[in-house]
């Protein structure tokens, strides 16, 4: 097999766009930084802080960011965001591991301790902000940041962040997964609305379309909970 049957479909795209590229341009960097991402998620995000800090991707021709890393670095919105702020608290809180600047003369320190993965820098960054607002303690925190740095794993620094949270402050999943199908609920009614506009217009093709909306808007309502009386007219009042 050859070495380019071993690539995945995302690679080859970005490895065609980079053909047509200035080598020298910061958007050719980008792509080559989401190409080495599984060896190292540092510079992939130094670069995504930076596009995000001064709006590239307008220029690039992206409607918006996270467009832009959907369909140009195939990076999830999440995943990138993820990027931008694990990056942004290693500036901020582990500065010895970030790459040297460019021109840089001073040779510096090797790090006592490999880099946490993406997934634990991310918590950290997460404990950061409960620290900011006060819903963690500076203790707590310092204990995860170590245990991050002695390699334990993203799941129980979750599993640890989640108990140092006092429980009067925690978000309540099942409300949660209510609210993300209520908002699921309500774009799918907007896309129904624009379909039946786009279909009034003249296109062939819109009932189709039409129909499937309309069957993801049940089968979204169907998952909600169903609303007493009581509520109701409490929601109402």
């Known amino acids: 097999m050859s070495k380019a049957a071993d690539l995945s479909r995302a690679e080859v795209s970005i490895m065609a766009r980079m053909a047509d590229l200035d080598p020298d341009t910061p958007r ?111 203790d707590a925190y310092l204990a995860l940041k170590e245990a991050a740095f002695d390699g334990e794993k993203a799941s129980a620094l979750k599993k640890a962040l989640l108990d140092a949270v006092p429980e009067h402050l925690r978000s309540k999943p099942a409300e949660d997964k209510v609210r993300f199908l209520r908002r699921a609920l309500t774009a799918t009614v907007k896309v129904i609305d624009s379909l039946r506009e786009w279909d009034s217009a003249g296109d062939a093709g819109g009932d189709d379309l039409l129909v499937l909306a309309e069957k993801l808007r049940d089968a979204i309502a169907v998952r909600l909970p169903r609303e007493t009386p009581a509520k109701r007219e409490a929601a109402v009042g």
């Open 28 to 138: 050719y960097h980008v792509l080559e930084a989401a190409l080495a991402f599984k060896s190292s998620w540092i510079l992939l995000g130094q670069h995504l802080a930076e596009v995000l800090r001064t709006g590239l991707w307008k220029g690039w021709g992206y409607a918006s960011f996270e467009r832009y890393a959907t369909d140009e670095l195939h990076v999830t919105p999440a995943t990138a965001k993820k990027l931008v702020r694990s990056f942004q608290w290693l500036g901020a809180e582990a500065p010895e591991y970030l790459p040297p600047k460019p021109g840089a003369k001073a040779a510096r320190a090797v790090p006592p301790g490999a880099l946490p993965e993406l997934s634990s820098v991310s918590v950290l960054a997460d404990a950061r902000h409960f620290l900011d607002e006060g819903s963690v303690s500076e």
